[in-house]
């Protein structure tokens, strides 16, 4: 466990993607999460403090030195910006392996929505449900939950000083949840739903939710006042 980390969203493409940055204060090392656009704004102020990110829980005001890229799952909003940070701060990449083939599509998918982005990178690591993984001497716990695709995961990061982070990707939402329509993505309305409910909601209450997209949450909340997570609600998910 480590204490309460650096944690700066950064809002990218006309999809309002969430990228997190994720820097632990004892020594800045640092984690991206779901690098899908406006590589070279984060670059810049993560290597020389130009710019600002648009939300911040925390402060750190030292150097920061990349040494993860984890991704949540594979659409290309969250991965079409991963050959650029791959190749800037020359790192490996981690996605789950059920979600490889749906990468394998983001260049297509993004210009179906009148995107530009890069050759589809390659993920170097996989992991499974329920592994802890340490990055940046910060413990993540990897949270399987298909349903939005086949590989999506939540990671949650244990912190010993306050309430755990979960980074979501498009699982869950305030107040919403993943699509499960988009094509090639092996979306299932019903296991998305059980995943939540069997995965998610044992967490804390307090555990802070970072989604993809939106506003941020906490388990809590969304348990109490998710419609989708009601017994009678049917339809898809307002989010990609």
Same mark, same amino acid.
Request: aromatic share 10%; proline share 5%; with cysteine.
């Given at each position: ?16 993607? %969430?990228?997190?940055? $994720? ?6 090392e640092t984690v991206i999460i779901d690098g ?10 993560? +290597? ?27 659409? !290309? ?5 991963? *050959? ?30 009148? !995107? ?13 449900? &329920?592994? $802890? ?8 716990e990897i949270i399987h939950t298909p349903g ?9 990061? !244990?912190?010993?000083?306050?309430? +755990?982070?979960? !980074?979501? &990707? ?7 949840? &993943? ?13 998305? #739903? ?5 995965? #998610? ?9 970072? *989604? ?21 609600? %049917? ?6």
């Open positions: 466990m480590t204490n309460s980390p650096c944690i700066s969203h950064f809002i990218v493409t006309a999809l309002q993607q %969430r990228c997190s940055v $994720v820097t632990n204060t004892d020594n800045g899908g656009g406006e590589s070279q704004r984060i670059i810049q102020w993560i +290597d020389s403090g130009i710019g600002e990110p648009d939300s911040q829980i925390g402060e750190y005001d030292g150097e920061r030195k990349v040494v993860a890229l984890i991704n949540t799952h594979a659409h !290309f909003d969250h991965s079409g910006h991963i *050959p650029y940070f791959k190749e800037h701060y020359q790192l490996e990449w981690w996605l789950h392996e059920a979600d490889f083939f749906l990468q394998t599509l983001a260049q297509q998918s993004a210009k179906r929505w009148g !995107f530009d982005i890069p050759e589809p990178a390659i993920a170097e690591n996989t992991w499974n449900h &329920g592994d $802890v993984h340490r990055f940046a001497n910060m413990d993540f939005h695709t086949l590989g999506g995961c939540c990671l949650q990061l !244990f912190v010993e000083d306050g309430p +755990d982070h979960l !980074f979501a &990707g498009d699982t869950l939402f305030q107040g919403s949840i &993943g699509r499960t329509d988009l094509p090639h993505s092996g979306g299932d309305m019903d296991l998305l #739903l059980r995943m939540i409910r069997e995965r #998610l909601w044992p967490l804390s209450d307090d555990t802070i939710v970072h *989604p993809g997209h939106g506003p941020m949450t906490t388990i809590g909340d969304e348990k109490k006042y998710n419609p989708f997570l009601s017994d009678d609600h %049917r339809g898809r998910g307002a989010w990609l």
